[in-house]
């Protein structure tokens, strides 16, 4: 079983699950959750598979991923859950077929496609994973997602969890979202020492390099490294 998190760390949530302005507006039902975030940087929700990249002629931009074992913290329950996101800049540099790990890059919002008014990346869930292309709303197949029904979406609020370092926030128009989009179940995670202790490194020999401080001079900085390589050691 694995639980996922929000695909941006600092979460504006601007349209929710459904909405009813929203269907007011465009014409048509909502059949995910809008989010910004100002680094604009996209990242894997949970541990998944690649299953679609590529530029739809409504869409814009999208990436399919398939995520395994997913909680549902709604109905209490675990499955396997296709996420399809759209609008983003560029194409993802992941490719079909790849595999992606919680938290890992996977692309960059943008404002592509037909029907959208501004930066930001549309999320949305669905239990079937066999026609995982087949999303919407449309009244005819576009070139890479296809007219499907919403009888197999699963709304994002039910899956996601903000976690223990990620912010949320409401950034919609009055209406546009509501509470329970915002006030997502908080998952405590582990701190990698091991990347903290890789981070430490790189700016060591950063400083060095800059300032052409002699290892063997600087006591302070190789004392602390050897403490947390200890304890990188200790955790691994």
């Not at 680094?39 to 739809?56: H, I, Q, T, W």
Request: charge should be negative; charged fraction near 20%; hydrophobic fraction near 30%.
């Amino acid at each position: 079983m694995q639980k996922i998190i929000l695909p941006v760390d600092n979460c504006g949530v601007m349209c929710g699950f459904k909405n009813t302005n929203y269907k007011t507006y465009w014409g048509f039902s909502h059949w995910g959750v809008d989010y910004y975030d100002n680094s604009l940087d996209l990242k894997a929700m949970g541990d998944g598979k690649v299953l679609m990249n590529g530029y739809d002629n409504v869409f814009g931009n999208i990436i399919i991923i398939q995520y395994n074992d997913v909680y549902n913290h709604e109905t209490k329950k675990s499955s396997d859950v296709i996420c399809r996101m759209y609008h983003l800049a560029n194409p993802s540099p992941i490719s079909v077929g790849e595999t992606v790990k919680q938290g890992q890059s996977i692309g960059v919002m943008g404002s592509t496609g037909k029907y959208s008014s501004g930066v930001h990346v549309h999320v949305e869930f669905d239990s079937d994973t066999t026609y995982y292309n087949y999303g919407g709303p449309l009244n005819a197949d576009s070139n890479l997602i296809k007219k499907g029904y919403d009888t197999s979406l699963i709304d994002p609020s039910y899956l996601l969890y903000r976690a223990d370092y990620q912010k949320i926030y409401n950034k919609g128009y009055t209406g546009w979202t509501k509470d329970y989009e915002i006030n997502l179940p908080v998952l405590e995670t582990k701190a990698d020492y091991e990347q903290m202790y890789k981070n430490l490194l790189m700016e060591y020999n950063n400083l060095v390099d800059e300032y052409g401080i002699a290892k063997d001079k600087n006591e302070n900085y190789k004392n602390a490294l050897t403490q947390i390589n200890t304890i990188v050691k200790g955790v691994l």
